[in-house]
Each structure stands twice: as C-alpha cells, then as structure tokens.
C-alpha cells in the first residue's frame, strides 16, 4: 500500500464476525470483552497465519450509543430495529458522543491496545469499522435518507457532519494506539443505491476528509463501498485513499484501468458465492485469479469483497490465506 | 386544465416523485368525474411503469424510484377506499415480504408498490418474515403467488425453505424470489418459479406467473 512491491501478496480477512463466531465468541456480547477478543485473535493467528490481525469496532456501536436498538439473531448479522433519528428534529436534540461513557468502545480501545504491544511489529494491525456515513444510515435508517437526500438535503449535510464528527471523536484513540491500516465503509454511497452524481455532490467530500484526517496520524485509510463500484470508483480513488477495498461483483481489471497504479485494492473474493458456498478449490481458483488480475504488480491485497458471513467454512478461509502466501510470491509465477 | 391534461400531469408528478402535488392531482380529477379504478390504469400504472424504465436506464437511482413511490403511494391513500368497491378486479394476489434475518425492506417496497400499480392486491408481511408465516399467510388469502426478498446471504437461504415448505404443503401460490444476493441460477437451484432483479422485473414476472 505504500506503492512499490511486496515480497508476496499480502492476505487479509477483514472481518471479525466470522474470527470471532468461529472461536466461539457470541457476537451480542463479544465486543465487550477485550481479552477473549485479544485470545481469539491469538488463536486465529497461530492457526491461520493472515497477515492482518484485524481490530474491529462493530456496526452497532456508535449508532447504539445515540438510541438506535438492534436484534442480534443467533447466526448472522445484527438487525436494526429503531433508530435513533426518526425525525429530522430529533437530530439537534442527541448530545455528541463520548467514548468514555461506552462500555464497547472503553473494550475496543483495550483489545486494539493489546494487539498493537503483541503483534505491532510482525504483522499489519488493521482497524476495520463502519465508517461514518454508513453509521448515518444506522442513526437514522437507510429508506429515509434515501428520501431526505431528495428532499432535505441540508439535513443530510447536517446528519454527515454530526456522523463524521462522532467517528473521528470515538476512532481518535485507535490512531493514537498506532494501528496500521484504518478500512472504514461508506455503504450508503453505492452505485447499487444512489447515482454517481449523489456521490460526489453528498458522500464524495466526507469521505476525503475523513481519509485527510487518518493521514494526520501517519495511519494509511482503505475505505470500502458495497456493490459494482466502478462508476464511482475514479472519485473514490480521488480522495486520496492509499486502498480501495472492492466488492466481488466489480471487474477488477476495469477498476485498475480506471484508477492507475497508485492506489491499491482490496479484494474481492466473492464471500456468498465462493467463501461461503464454495468448496476449498473453489477459494484456491478465484483467490489465484484475483491475485493475477488484482496484483501482478503489487497494489494489491487479497480480501473478501465484502463482510464474510459467520457460516462461512474455515476451510475456505484457509484456503484463501494459504494460496496467497504459496502463490503469491511476487514476480507471480502460476 | 381539462380531464387529459391533468391525466398527463398527475403522470408527470409521480414520475418526478412529488407526493405534495400527486394527491391534489388525483383529488382534481375525481371532483372531474374519472373515477378511481380509471385514475389508476390511466396515470398510476403508466407512471410507474417509466419509473421503472428510468431505473433499468440507469436514469434513476433508489432515492429517485423511491420518491416516486411514496408520490404513487399518496395517491393511492386517496384512491384506496374507492377502489375497495372494484375488488373483483385484482390481477392476482400476492404475499410479500423480506426473510427471516433480513431488515433490507427497500426493495421489497419498491416491488409491492409496482405491484399494486399494475393492480395486484399485495399483502405485505413487512421484514425479517420467518418461513411459517409465508405459508400461513398464502393459505390465508389463497394468494397466486409468494414474493420472498433478501438482500443478505445470510437470510437468503430461507427461500428454499420457502419452496420447500410449500411443496410439501401442497399451496398452489407460485414462488418468486429477488433482492442484492439472488440470482436467475440461485432462484432455479432452489426450484422458484420466477425471479426478477428489479421492482420492474418482478411485475413482469408476476404477470408472467399469474397467466400458469
């Protein structure tokens, strides 16, 4: 990510959900315990040997700490119930954050200190968080932003500067502990959603302000949209991100051809399809490809597209770290 | 104004997706003489079928579509109780709703709001809808078909289930599934008898299914 090229592909799963339901860890309680997460994290290491240990702030968080409720199901992914904002009114009313007063942040900020001081030195501390403006259609919900982009858009500005100042007051810490990496999603901005002129006259401007800012602390900023990318991704790249991580549905050659060399991606196995659905073989073919396509001269880090979900087979997971560190070594020869 | 200019209009308005300016439009015409079931097929349908259009184009984006289904919507809040007397006329029932583990209600409302434009009776089951109350619910109206949305990988899986269940309990609704993770080749896999990637396809395929 810093231009040049590795020794090999590097490889990381981006995602904590799966690490820690496949370690036992139940998701509606494992954010509050700093040590099992750090443990878990230990295990993971030992038995799969990814080059990033990933420090993860989940979704439900700051969105949680203004009144949005949640259902946790047993599998899968927690469930917005209400959120916090229902009425554009009552946006004024929510007191600006403070991480001392929330148990799970006060949690994440031991484990990712713990993870820095054990693994710092020998791999990437990669900190992985819905970033603010996905936080936003948590704080409110997805279908009324959608409207009030239409008709309120001084509102949406209002509830993006609110959102973006919340995260930086609740990640500043993080930066500070010295994490590596900072991969943050603005999924509310996908081409799937809204059109690429929404983008850049809403989304565009916080997103590189929210990457100026992570630079200020030396870290490098990866940032993740969902979906096919490709028709935002020349502005993505314009923010100045040093990574782009990358949905399994974009072309991947089109996206490099789109973005030059300089900045890197991230993905983009296809985490239903082929890490859930898909046998070790399956892994082996898509992450060899992906490394071709993606990597044939560094700027490239093979990735899940996407969050992978908690049933994914740790076969699969291992498949994908064991070919980009047998394969992967650059020149790439297969 | 008269009757067919404010018929143009009304159809302008939804496109645009103005739910201040569609109702007062609908009222105009009814204080016309055009009654309820007319204003419908006449400016509703049509209107939601561009809209439609102009999302396939990639003209328009959810926050567009959706605006355009809340000015449909506001229409239809005066036209509803009127149209209650014109039940006979339904194109076919349908039961809608998002799997169980899955909260992404966006798209499923897109296709229940296309449906009732192109004037299905749908009965909507909201989100994270567990298999059981599908079943139930398409015993309970005699519905045609079952739309069943995801947008998770995660909760998609509950649509075989889906199939399954109403196989074994012999309904006769059709299955149609859609949302982000489903495909044309995931919805044969399962045994669904349609599959619509868009608010739009999803009406075409219920027509489709609607004629056996």
Partial sequence: MSGGIPDRVPVSIVSSAWVFSTYGLDLQTAYKDAERMTEVWRGFNRDFGADAIVLSLSSTVIPSYFGTTWKFPKSGFPLLMEPAVKEMSE??????IDPSKDEQLQACYRHGTQLVEEFGDERC?????????????????????????????????????????????AVKPILEMGVDVVDFSSSPGSPDLISPRMYREFFWEFDREVIQWIHEYGAKAVFHICGNTLRIIEDMAKTGANGLSIDSM????????????????????????????????????????????????GGFVLAPGCDVPPTCPRENIAAMINTATEYGGYPLTY | MNQSETVSSLVQVIIAGNRKAAPELAKKLLQSGMDAYEIVTAACSPAMERV?????????????????????????????????????????????????????????????????????????????????RFIDSAVEYDADIIGASALMTTSMIAMEDIVDRAKTKGIRSKIMVGGGPVTQSYADSIGADGYGKDAKEAVDVAKRLMEG
């Fill in chain 1, 91 to 96: 946006l004024e009313e929510l007191q600006q």
């Fill in chain 1, 125 to 169: 501390v990669w900190f992985m968080t819905t970033g603010p403006l996905s936080n936003a259609a948590r704080i409110t919900e997805t279908e009324f932003m959608m409207e009030c982009l239409i008709e309120e858009p001084d509102f949406v500005r209002d509830l993006f500067r609110f959102s973006v100042d919340a995260w930086k007051i």
């Fill in chain 1, 250 to 297: 974009l072309d991947m050659s089109l996206a490099r051809e789109a973005i030059g060399k300089k900045t890197a991606l991230v993905g983009n196995l296809d985490p239903a399809n082929i890490l859930m659905n898909g046998t070790p073989d399956d892994v082996i073919a898509a992450s060899l490809e992906a490394m071709k396509i993606g990597g044939i001269n």
């Fill in chain 2, 52 to 132: 439609g259009e102009l999302y396939q184009e990639e003209e328009y984006f959810v926050p567009e579509i959706l605006m355009s289904a809340k000015a449909f919507e506001a229409v239809m809040e005066i036209l509803k109780p009127l149209l209650l007397e014109a039940q006979g006329q339904y194109s076919g029932t349908v039961i809608l709703g998002v799997c169980e583990g899955d909260i992404h209600t966006i798209g499923k409302n897109l296709v229940a709001t296309m449906l009732e434009a192109a004037g299905f009776k749908v009965i909507d089951l909201g989100k994270d809808v567990p298999v059981d």
